[in-house]
């Protein structure tokens, strides 16, 4: 994952990732036909758990409490170290191999999607979020968050964002992603953003 994520999927030589590994660059070939199907594999093993960990937020309680969640488990995965390049790698260059593409998005993309747009749904059903449309919304808040991580990522020219401690970020998206989601009638409940139940 390091070395796709620091050279790209073209420019990543199997010598590197098998020294990485430890192991040969024959004994790459023995379990993957080509540097396509270890990306795979890659994602796999690292990407696709997260996403797994996610489908496990409980649907029920309040949908704002489901999406501080969602937000808050987004967030630590994207903060892990090198998550900067690898969001770069999906962003810039992934749309130059059609079929990891594809299967990027269906593993990856559109798994987090259904998570992400059921909370929306709920929170509509329920009168906690305004009536949105769920994909656009799902579209707004990844890209609010995609952002933020590349802008306060490792090799982010904003030294100012690279400071700032993760969780304060986390707690102005989260706060901003509640606000802008919350219904008329949530907020004359009590039930805004921020406001306990009684």
């Known amino acids: 994952m390091t070395v796709f994520a620091d050279c790209g999927i073209a420019a990543a030589k199997l010598e590197d990732i098998a020294a990485n590994a ?45 999406l501080e969640r969602y ?36 593993e990856v993309v559109e798994r987090s999607n259904r998570v992400l747009g059921d909370i929306v749904r709920r929170g509509i059903a329920s009168g906690e979020f305004r009536a949105v449309d769920p994909a656009a919304a799902c579209a707004i808040i990844k890209a609010i968050i995609l952002m933020h991580v590349l802008w306060s990522g490792a090799r ?18 989260t706060d901003f992603v509640l606000h802008a989601l919350r219904s008329a009638s949530s907020e ?3 039930t805004a953003p921020g406001a306990r139940n009684v």
């Open 188 to 190: 004359q409940l009590g």
């Open 22 to 66: 430890g192991v040969s660059k024959g004994t790459i070939y023995l379990y993957f036909e080509s540097k396509e199907e270890l990306f795979r594999e890659v994602v796999r093993q690292n990407v696709v758990p997260y996403i797994a960990k996610a489908e496990e937020i409980p649907s029920d309680g309040p949908a704002r409490e489901q």
């Open 156 to 173: 982010s020219p904003t030294r100012d964002l690279r400071a700032r401690a993760p969780g304060q970020t986390l707690r102005e998206i």
């Open 71 to 106: 937000l808050a488990h987004k967030w630590a995965c994207l903060s892990l170290h090198g998550s900067d390049s690898w969001l770069r790698l999906v962003l810039l260059e992934l749309h130059k191999f059609p079929d990891l593409a594809e299967f990027y998005r269906i």
